[in-house]
């Protein structure tokens, strides 16, 4: 049971083998016990062998200290084959990208980051035909 609510708000859908992920922050860890939860269910819609996220994040695009690890053991769980982050619409552009980049290298995900979703979506497709083109 969580001690605190969940600060930031996360919706999920996908499209195809696609995740695509509203998010916004500040986040605690009783949301990232959210945001894992939703993963979860997403994942079991896509082909676990070849999917990738599209994250759009919004505000202040920052979790607290402890968040980092705990995030980062949860994400190498998965076998997801790229990250796209659209930084559109987040205040925080500049932290939440050293942050992201700091995670996503830790956890050997290849990812990129864009201002528009329409150049992120490219960018994924091309990442899951090379993907399996190649056969990770």
């Not at 290298?105 to 528009?116: E, L, M, S, V, Y």
């Amino acid at each position: 049971m969580n001690i605190f609510p969940a600060h930031g708000t996360v919706n999920i859908v996908t499209e195809g083998n696609l995740i695509l992920i509203e998010a916004k922050g500040l986040w605690n860890i009783e949301y990232l016990d959210h945001l894992h939860e939703e993963l979860i269910k997403a994942v079991s819609q896509v082909d676990k062998n070849s999917y990738a996220a599209l994250i759009t994040l919004n505000g202040e695009a920052v979790s607290v200290d402890e968040g980092f690890e705990y995030h980062l053991n949860f994400i190498r769980q998965g076998n997801i084959k790229a990250v796209a982050l659209n930084l559109a619409y987040c205040t925080t552009a500049s932290l939440t990208k050293n942050m992201c980049t700091k995670l996503y290298r830790a956890a050997g995900i290849k990812h990129a980051f864009f201002d528009n979703s329409h150049d992120a979506r490219l960018w994924l497709e091309h990442e899951l035909k090379l993907a399996t083109a190649i056969g990770i």
